[in-house]
């Protein structure tokens, strides 16, 4: 099991990489139309803090998985991920952290 949740917060983590990468086009994005350099009416200043907490939460989430993982998982961390996993909407982070309670250590 504990093998299984390693590879559920990897497989959460790619995702993360998605989502920040996508982060940074829509903050891009953002500042573009926000200098009329391209015209899309959604996007300004809202869309870019609300793109720049994205990232940070995203970046902040990776640094944490990247520690958890290196440092070996504990309980604490698994608590950790499936708390967050509810709060992103990932289930991964939501399996790896069920995998990661029940696994023997």
């Known amino acids: 099991m504990e093998k299984a949740s390693k590879v559920m917060y990897t ?8 989502m920040a ?7 891009v994005f953002s500042i573009l139309s926000m200098t ?12 870019l803090i609300v793109y720049a907490i994205v990232l940070i939460f995203c970046i902040v989430i990776i640094a944490m998985v990247r520690k958890a993982k290196a440092a070996g998982t504990s309980k604490g ?3 950790l991920f499936i708390v967050l996993g509810v709060l992103g909407w990932n289930v991964f982070y939501i399996l790896g952290g069920i995998f990661g309670l029940v696994a023997r250590r």
Not at 11 to 18: G, R, S
């Open 77 to 79: 961390w698994d608590i």
């Open 21 to 27: 990468v996508l982060a940074v086009i829509m903050i």
């Open 11 to 18: 497989i959460a983590n790619v995702f993360n990489y998605i």
């Open 36 to 47: 009329k350099i391209v015209e899309i009416e959604q996007l300004g200043l809202v869309s």
